[in-house]
């Protein structure tokens, strides 16, 4: 499925010799992380892929470049998917943002924020959406320990009380 | 308590002062008695119309997706139910879909077929829940207490086959749970006949009352343009006239043998999403049907080692089974190195899942693709310009669910 239109654009993102292929149906293409406007421009444009599905981020800690950042696309037209996919260091983990593009990706970028730390150039609003003001850290990198607590509201000292000293 | 009480406001707001005379700025919620879910709306008002509005959801933040990275692909199971929790047998078709897909397993006939058909039995099951919640908040007691009625009769329809109400953890990689008890399929058949009969009593009562029409039609409109560009999916983007349906586009399970319509709205209204969903139900019904009758013999879930359970006479009669259970257990299914992204069309829209695993028995990554957050991101859209009383009937069409929203 989706062969005939997967060719132009295999032809097109990654003529440079970026590493692209088809995967459980979905064409993915490894862009450099200054290639990922002008390749989203291109599958919007060019390609018909009007809906912007998803933006997240992978932690290969320990590599380097440490983080991927991974984006859905959707053809409502020819109803198949395209991922593009880009490594950032950890010291300048940067990309282009997409909202000139995509109006979705304003609220996918902010939560690929909070949980990544993954800065996009371009996004004027990057508050916290899921994690809330104050939040240190990145919680879906691999070296935030998943047991740490950042209550908003104190924990009640419950020996303390317990004694009656409350 | 003498402690410092760091109690720091969660969220800052986009705007804090109004930039117009005679405008004031409201926080409606995060827990407002008028809207269903935990969710905070900073609006602009110049009387009693919205100027602008900021929307925060993650009220139910509740770290799933990294929760994900330290348990077995199994035991994933009850957490994916708890995305969303309306229609909770889809999100785990999808995500064991998505697994199952990566790990090269095919269902059997069977178990493709009563997936087929729990998936459209959570989504009349969702459905009800958002028109009858919509409709209660208009004051339709009436209407509320036909639908969710039915709605009572199919949750403890599906806990006579998965033992629980609302959260089933009854999909498993390679299969199900278990099989259908008996008479199951006579007692679905007649529920489907009580939905007909009282959401024709729902139709009469509704879709040509001048309140509801006042109310609704013409109210928090969208165009088919708008939704693409904010990547709105299911019954929203439906309701804007695109009929874009994966069970149509991309077919999976047993879409593909099934007669079906996807019924589409005219103008993108609050109006036209009530429709379209009661119209969806009707669909789902039909489906239902269909399916009850093809539903064949046989085995329920694969023989295949790598993720299906032995039996538990064999576990306490021979050592290989033995181990085999316990490395199931210990370690979880061993799914080959790898990415995979995969949607199913939930109620609200495409669910979808990208996994990446590493060749262990846990995930490396999880990420969902959830319509509700997708939706939030847009509903400033169908807010601002109409009047305050208009956002609890548009944000209960939107149908956002904060367990899939949030995660």
Redesign the interface.
Known sequence: MGAEVFEPITASLASGGEEAGVSHGILVVNVAPSAVEAAARALRNRFGFDVFLDVTAIDWIGQSPRFEVVWHFYSTEHKVRVRLKTRVPESAPTVASLTPLYGSAAFMERECHDMYGIGFAGNADLRPILLYEGFEGHPLRKDYPKEREQPLVPYRDWVASERGGD | ?A??????????P?FVTSDREGSVIVSIGPSHPATHGTIQIFAELDGERIVRTDV???YL?R?F???C??HTWHNLIPYVDRLNYCSALINDFAYVDTVE??MGVEITPRCKYLRTLLSEYSRLADHLTCVAASLMEMGAMTAFLYLVMIRDYIYEHLADLAGARVTYSYGRIGGLARDLPDGWLKRLGEILEQYEEFIGRVHGLVDRNRIFIDRMRDVGVLTTA?A????Y?GPMLRSTG?P?DLRK??PYLAYAELDFEVPVGIKGDNYDRYYVRMREMDESVHMIRQLMDMIPDGPINVDDRRCTFPEKPVVYGEIESLINHFKLVMEGPRVPA?????AHEAANG?L?F?L?STGEGVP??V?V?SPS??H???AHLMLDGYQLADLVPTFGSINMIGGEC??
Not at chain 2, 228 to 231: E, P, S
């Open positions: 308590m402690a410092d009480p760091r109690i720091a406001n969660p969220v800052r986009a925060h959801c993650g933040h770290g997706e990294k929760e990275e330290s897909r990566l708008q693409l560009d904010y990547g999916t695109a874009r586009d991309t790898g990415e995979i992204y995969f495409e979808g990208y990446v490396y990554k990420h693709r957050f997708v939030m991101g847009g949030d995660r």
